[in-house]
């Protein structure tokens, strides 16, 4: 018995290993931390049409009780699942060192050269497989089977719902040599980090500290109030695309990289201090970002899936 207990403590060594080596497989840290992913998907939720409602339901799994907000952490769960170690490079953007500029065709590569693979590409292609639901709901059967068979439209709304937020974070489209900002080690107020994690969940975190009493949707409400109150055509403005498309993913990632230059690279070189400066200019960018995110999210859904949708 004594052998056997040892030897069934080396096969629970050896599948604890194995589960650490799956989970330390060389990828890169980042996206929205999950209260990022969360307040984008919570302030999309009410700007949703009954229509897109009912469809974004009916492809929800059970569990999630009609909430689209507790799965949109979920592409960040399964990205270390062997199965899904090539969507690891859809949550982010690479540009070249110190351009601020974006180009879809220079910068949407995986790293081993597959175009397409990165957030502004992942956004296009779940959108247009999303584009296939009303073709489900009025083909027979057979057909019906086919196109699920093609694709996932439950893991197409996931995708979707989480990379829309991720490509809103600045640093998910930042340079390449640093991934991002996660090379580069800063101190956040005392303690260190790297800068890609001070934008992912750092400042949110503070922010809920200082203004929200901790609270995640207090912030989301605040945010949400400023959308409605002086921001009607702002949030109309920035659910719009420029030639009329269901998601303008290149347009974010544009923004996106401007914003990391003007903002979270700047004053941030390895070994500095940020703190309150640092801190109190770029929450507003950080607020803005997730606002937008939510906006935008819910027009493709309701672009998708929405009253004016059949006619796609
Ligand atoms: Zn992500």
Redesign the pocket.
Known sequence: MAAWGGLGRVVLWLLVGVVLCVGSFPGRA???GADG?HATCLLAEPLLEPATWKAVRSLLPEYANGSLASLCTW??DI?WMWKYHWTAPL??IDTPDFLCRYNYDRDCYDENGHKGYCASGAINNFTSQLTNYHLRESNPPLVTRALETEYNLTEALLFLS??V??IHQPL?VGFTSDAGGNTIMVHWYRRKANLHHVWDTEIIDKAKDLYYNKSLLTMVNAIMENITNDGVSKAQMWSECPNGEIACPDTYATEGISLACQYAYRNATPGSTLADEYFLSRLPIVESRLAQGGVRLAAILNRLFGANSTSL
């Open positions: 980042g996206a929205w992913h592409p960040d990205k949550h982010y989480h990379i937020g991720d998910h």
